[in-house]
């Protein structure tokens, strides 16, 4: 009896070390690493024309994306329907961090035309804001007008005789144009133009009398004295020289205040850890003084946003925009034209 009780001691002895053993050998076990992120070249799509202004903030990125996240990116342009295409397919893109892509406004004013098949403030998440623009107000330089009131002013004792030019029907430049024509209360004639150098040559050659353009696009002819700029559609006056007297719509007591803005966004659901890397990688590089004078160039401003805070701006812009096409009267006019 005494041997089989120590036979039957010894056999749990000897089972309690295997599954000890076996317990020990399973915390040893190593479980497959989840790749590292990236690990293979990132696509940027661009929903703008090579050359543009949001293609060439795309190179720049380009140029230093890989000393922060240890791959390339590869710069695909997906020009069409004033950016739809290329937000369409980064929309439809996997989200995993291996695409991404420069946003501008037209985010917002698509989908308000019902040009767009997405919501992209519902589709689409900011990883940055890189820059901001405004839109000015010029007139040739031998017209009698000093300020944007004096053209106020004109404009109601001659209704009829003022034209603006902007770059195409529901562009920022036309919003801003529209908004400026409500408060003459003479609606000005409103003339579309391919884009700002067009609208520039058609002011200088006394084809309009008003023009709402970029910074950039007037910039030259204002220091050759051939444009004067009346107002800034910014909040606050612009730092370069060649603008730094020119007042905004807000000081001349005008109730005008846009800009446009290009940044990174990413398809929807990325996960936090990829989101927070990109975002954090890209942060880095707009703060670099080569990216800020690249910009500055540019004839664009820096403005540099996180996710948050350029998620907000979208809000806010989307709101304020719904309300502007639609008390302007551009809505309808984009409608009439669809029929």
């Not at 917002?108 to 000015?136: C, D, F, H, R, W």
């Not at 919003?175 to 067009?198: A, D, K, M, N, Y």
């Not at 084809?207 to 950039?216: D, K, L, M, N, R």
Request: aromatic residues 8%.
């Amino acid at each position: 009896m005494k041997d089989k009780t120590l036979v039957w001691l010894v056999t749990v002895l000897v089972l309690g070390v295997i599954t000890i053993g076996g317990c020990t050998s399973m915390k040893t076990v190593k479980m497959p690493e989840t790749p590292k992120y990236p690990d293979r070249p990132i696509t940027m799509i661009v929903p703008f024309s090579a050359g543009s202004g949001p293609d060439l903030i795309a190179r720049l990125l380009e140029r230093s994306i890989q000393q922060q996240l240890g791959q390339p990116i590869v710069i695909v342009n997906k020009p069409g329907g004033a950016g739809t295409l290329g937000f369409n397919e980064l929309v439809g893109a996997n989200p995993d961090g291996y695409t991404i892509g420069i946003s501008s406004v037209e985010l917002i004013l698509n989908p308000l035309y019902g040009s767009s098949k997405y919501n992209y403030l519902t589709a689409l998440e900011p990883l940055a804001q890189a820059t901001s623009s405004t839109s000015v107000l010029v007139i040739q330089a031998n017209q009698p007008w000093q300020d944007a009131k004096a053209i106020i002013e004109y404009g109601k004792l001659n209704p009829g005789k003022l034209k603006f030019g902007h770059q195409g029907i529901g562009s920022f430049s036309h919003i801003v144009g529209e908004t400026f024509s409500l408060f003459t209360e003479s609606e000005l004639e409103q003339v579309p133009f391919r884009g700002g150098g067009e609208t520039v040559a058609a002011l200088l050659g006394g084809h309009i009398q008003i023009a709402f353009v970029s910074p950039a696009m007037a910039k030259e002819h204002i220091k050759n004295g051939t444009l004067r700029a009346l107002a800034v559609s910014d909040i606050k006056r612009l730092n370069d020289p060649v603008f730094a007297q020119v007042p905004t719509f807000k000081e001349q007591g005008l109730d005008i205040v846009f800009n446009s803005w290009f940044g990174v966004a990413s398809p929807k659901e990325l996960p936090p850890e990829i989101k927070n890397k990109l975002a954090e990688s890209l942060k880095n590089i707009m703060a670099t003084p080569s990216f800020q004078k690249s910009i500055e160039d540019m004839g664009y401003q820096v403005d540099y946003s996180g996710p948050k805070e350029a998620a907000k701006k979208w809000q806010d812009d989307s709101q304020k925009l719904t309300k502007t096409v639609k008390d302007t009267g551009i809505l309808e006019l984009i409608k009439s034209q669809k029929q």
